[in-house]
């Protein structure tokens, strides 16, 4: 209880970690009339879920030579991001009314298809300015203020493909307190995409132009030749802090959801804590009480079931080096998430360092590979492994392995689309470098240390002779069971997986890292206790083959966790095309693996020091 609670004020301290920033990330201070530099990072689209380079649409964009890429990082790159440098001309505090990006654009056939298919697709283009991403600005039916990431490259209604071609800029400034002269930082980057006709604005030889009529708006049409580009910059002043910029990105507006979320996975954690509650206290106290006593020894055995089965439930199962395999992929995937929530929730991984997230994931993972390999390496040998050479080779290469391959098939689908999403050849070549070079080694010496140790200790003896499984209810059936105790972790986390699976297909941030730990908390937890639950069922029915179904059983919330993604995809993504819908059930597939991985793990675990506590606890002649 005093767990929860503890847990509880944590979220509710960390839920505007935005806020929080590691040292060295730190301000940019702009003199008045300093250059602001806008930057292109990608164009993207929640109906395909494909990014493309900011100049793959015709646009206004420097000559080919003075194009600048900027240095991504590993989560950039994975990301699909290419930022590279635009013609946008902007200074500290100097507002421009109006001006031409650049000389009219000429178009081609293909251009004007290519544009008009972007719009369709409802494409948006995305920029930074001092490392922080622009936003729409719009107003919702309640009157409330709502930001879209980006800005759309058009709009498409009755037939008619409009563009918007000129950007009102809006930059929002704070004055850096004692600072002599002043400097300032930028805490606001938003714009308003209008679409204009050439014959709404009057130009200047300077370059310079005068909005003279709104009405008319600029269409997408097979025989247009020429497109221009304008944009106004208007500056204000703000009482927002620099730390705090990013809360008009991070802030949700429906906080409640997640308390409900909070409260509803407690109350199931809470009534499996009470089904623990009654079967340790009651149940298993009584047992082991009545059964510690010599004198009615053989009465004892037949009343209760889970202790005829002492002299076979310690007996090695089957294909043990890959339970092995997947039970150290499960540890390393535990403590990558553990870890990486944990960063998250103090700051240490703000969106203002971007791809960091998925490059801690990545890195942590990799380094988390000397305690997947040590756990793996001590299991194997109590389950009485001798292959330890072939079964650390298996923990090191069956979960990366299968994530790679299918990432490698996903990537030649992105490739032949053309999309900045596609991982390039180098980046492949140094994930290759991190698994072999870094990943492969430490779990062979983590499984070769955990093989030299001493096995986990039984506290029983193993019979010669197997024991006979008497036949089960048909509530214990392995499938039957696995759906029932699937349920209650799903239902724990389902409520925070939709807006994890928003904030990946719907190009929204998510930074609730404190609800999300508290979170993963409970998962662990609820998969711990139904794990306990159900095998302590099965040794009721003398049924000892518990190696396994522990695992499978505690890991069926991952099934849930499929159906739930393939009802996403159904009712809130509009994807139509192939490609786009084999990415989609691709990278779901990556995930509800992972995930089996690492609740059947953990599943696992509380099993086996569940029945290593309450084995040790009867005396065995």
Same mark, same amino acid.
């Given at each position: 209880?005093?767990?929860?609670?503890?847990?509880?004020?944590?979220?509710?301290?960390?839920?505007?970690?935005?806020?929080?920033?590691?040292?060295?990330?730190?301000?940019?201070?702009?003199?008045?009339?300093?250059?602001?530099?806008?930057?292109?990072?990608?164009?993207?689209?929640?109906?395909?879920?494909?990014?493309?380079?900011?100049?793959?649409?015709?646009?206004?964009?420097?000559?080919?030579?003075?194009?600048?890429?900027?240095?991504?990082?590993?989560?950039?790159?994975?990301?699909?991001?290419?930022?590279?440098?635009?013609?946008?001309?902007?200074?500290?505090?100097?507002?421009?009314?109006?001006?031409?990006?650049?000389?009219?654009?000429?178009?081609?056939?293909?251009?004007?298809?290519?544009?008009?298919?972007?719009?369709?697709?409802?494409?948006?283009?995305?920029?930074?300015?001092?490392?922080?991403?622009?936003?729409?600005?719009?107003?919702?039916?309640?009157?409330?203020?709502?930001?879209?990431?980006?800005?759309?490259?058009?709009?498409?209604?009755?037939?008619?493909?409009?563009?918007?071609?000129?950007?009102?800029?809006?930059?929002?400034?704070?004055?850096?307190?004692?600072?002599?002269?002043?400097?300032?930082?930028?805490?606001?980057?938003?714009?308003?995409?209008?679409?204009?006709?050439?014959?709404?604005?009057?130009?200047?030889?300077?370059?310079?132009?005068?909005?003279?009529?709104?009405?008319?708006?600029?269409?997408?049409?097979?025989?247009?030749?020429?497109?221009?580009?304008?944009?106004?910059?208007?500056?204000?002043?703000?009482?927002?802090?620099?730390?705090?910029?990013?809360?008009?990105?991070?802030?949700?507006?429906?906080?409640?959801?997640?308390?409900?979320?909070?409260?509803?996975?407690?109350?199931?954690?809470?009534?499996?804590?009470?089904?623990?509650?009654?079967?340790?206290?009651?149940?298993?106290?009584?047992?082991?009480?009545?059964?510690?006593?010599?004198?009615?020894?053989?009465?004892?055995?037949?009343?209760?079931?889970?202790?005829?089965?002492?002299?076979?439930?310690?007996?090695?199962?089957?294909?043990?080096?890959?339970?092995?395999?997947?039970?150290?992929?499960?540890?390393?995937?535990?403590?990558?998430?553990?870890?990486?929530?944990?960063?998250?929730?103090?700051?240490?991984?703000?969106?203002?360092?971007?791809?960091?997230?998925?490059?801690?994931?990545?890195?942590?993972?990799?380094?988390?590979?000397?305690?997947?390999?040590?756990?793996?390496?001590?299991?194997?040998?109590?389950?009485?492994?001798?292959?330890?050479?072939?079964?650390?080779?298996?923990?090191?290469?069956?979960? %990366?392995?299968?994530?790679?391959?299918?990432?490698? +098939? @996903?990537?030649? !689908?992105?490739? /032949?689309?053309?999309?900045? *999403? #596609? $991982?390039?050849?180098?980046?492949?070549?140094?994930?290759?470098?991190?698994?072999?070079?870094?990943?492969?080694?430490?779990?062979?010496?983590?499984?070769?240390?955990?093989?030299?140790?001493?096995?986990?200790?039984?506290?029983?003896?193993?019979?010669?002779?197997?024991?006979?499984? %008497?036949?089960?209810?048909?509530?214990?059936?392995? +499938? @039957?069971?696995? !759906?029932?105790? /699937?349920?209650?972790?799903? *239902? #724990? $986390?389902?409520?925070?997986?939709?807006?994890?699976?928003?904030?990946?297909?719907?190009?929204?941030?998510?930074?609730?890292?404190?609800?999300?730990?508290?979170?993963?908390?409970?998962?662990?937890?609820?998969?711990?206790?139904?794990?306990?639950?159900?095998?302590?069922?099965?040794?009721?029915?003398?049924?000892?083959?518990?190696?396994?179904?522990?695992?499978?059983?505690?890991? /069926?919330?991952?099934?849930?966790?499929?159906?739930?993604?393939?009802?996403?995809?159904?009712?809130?993504?509009?994807?139509?095309?192939?490609?786009?819908?084999?990415?989609?059930?691709?990278?779901?597939?990556?995930?509800?693996?992972?995930?089996?991985?690492?609740?059947?793990?953990?599943?696992?675990?509380?099993?086996?020091?569940?029945?290593?506590?309450?084995?040790?606890?009867?005396?065995?002649?």
């Amino acid at each position: 209880m005093y767990v929860m609670f503890y847990l509880l004020t944590i979220a509710l301290l960390f839920q505007h970690g935005s806020a929080f920033y590691i040292p060295g990330v730190a301000p940019v201070e702009f003199g008045e009339g300093d250059p602001v530099d806008i930057k292109g990072v990608k164009i993207t689209s929640t109906k395909t879920q494909l990014p493309y380079e900011f100049y793959s649409v015709p646009m206004c964009s420097p000559p080919e030579e003075q194009i600048e890429h900027r240095q991504e990082n590993l989560g950039e790159v994975l990301r699909g991001d290419r930022i590279v440098n635009t013609l946008y001309k902007v200074t500290m505090k100097g507002s421009i009314e109006c001006r031409r990006l650049c000389a009219p654009i000429k178009l081609t056939k293909e251009d004007i298809k290519k544009m008009t298919e972007r719009i369709r697709e409802e494409y948006s283009l995305h920029l930074i300015a001092d490392n922080l991403p622009v936003a729409t600005r719009i107003m919702t039916s309640n009157e409330d203020v709502m930001y879209i990431h980006g800005y759309q490259l058009g709009t498409f209604a009755a037939q008619t493909t409009v563009i918007n071609n000129h950007l009102d800029f809006h930059f929002k400034y704070h004055v850096v307190e004692d600072s002599e002269p002043p400097v300032y930082r930028i805490v606001g980057f938003e714009v308003m995409p209008r679409s204009l006709n050439e014959k709404s604005f009057k130009f200047n030889d300077d370059g310079s132009c005068k909005i003279v009529d709104q009405s008319e708006f600029k269409q997408i049409k097979p025989e247009m030749g020429e497109l221009t580009y304008t944009y106004a910059v208007h500056w204000s002043e703000s009482d927002i802090q620099w730390a705090s910029r990013w809360d008009t990105y991070l802030k949700m507006s429906d906080v409640q959801i997640h308390w409900f979320s909070i409260i509803n996975s407690m109350v199931v954690v809470f009534f499996l804590a009470g089904i623990l509650a009654m079967i340790m206290i009651r149940t298993l106290r009584r047992d082991i009480a009545r059964y510690n006593k010599d004198e009615d020894l053989e009465d004892t055995l037949e009343e209760t079931g889970w202790k005829l089965v002492h002299g076979d439930v310690f007996r090695p199962p089957k294909y043990r080096t890959f339970l092995a395999a997947i039970i150290g992929a499960g540890i390393q995937i535990f403590f990558m998430a553990l870890i990486t929530i944990g960063m998250a929730m103090f700051g240490m991984l703000s969106p203002s360092r971007r791809g960091a997230l998925l490059s801690a994931c990545l890195f942590l993972f990799v380094f988390m590979g000397v305690f997947a390999g040590y756990f793996a390496g001590r299991m194997y040998k109590t389950m009485k492994g001798t292959m330890w050479k072939g079964a650390g080779l298996m923990t090191a290469l069956f979960y %990366p392995g299968i994530m790679f391959s299918i990432s490698f +098939l @996903l990537n030649f !689908l992105i490739w /032949g689309k053309q999309s900045s *999403g #596609a $991982v390039p050849f180098t980046t492949l070549i140094a994930l290759l470098c991190m698994w072999f070079g870094i990943s492969l080694p430490l779990v062979l010496l983590g499984f070769y240390f955990g093989f030299r140790k001493q096995p986990y200790e039984f506290p029983v003896r193993t019979n010669q002779i197997p024991r006979q499984v %008497p036949e089960q209810v048909w509530y214990m059936n392995p +499938l @039957l069971s696995t !759906l029932m105790a /699937g349920i209650l972790p799903f *239902g #724990a $986390v389902f409520i925070e997986l939709f807006f994890i699976l928003t904030a990946i297909w719907e190009n929204q941030f998510y930074y609730m890292f404190g609800f999300l730990f508290v979170v993963f908390v409970i998962l662990i937890v609820s998969c711990a206790q139904i794990s306990i639950v159900m095998v302590y069922f099965q040794l009721c029915g003398e049924d000892y083959h518990w190696w396994w179904r522990s695992f499978i059983v505690s890991g /069926g919330s991952a099934f849930y966790v499929l159906l739930y993604a393939v009802f996403y995809f159904m009712t809130k993504l509009e994807i139509t095309q192939f490609v786009p819908a084999l990415l989609y059930y691709g990278y779901t597939f990556m995930m509800v693996f992972s995930f089996w991985l690492l609740t059947g793990t953990i599943g696992f675990c509380a099993a086996y020091v569940f029945i290593t506590t309450i084995y040790g606890a009867v005396k065995i002649d």
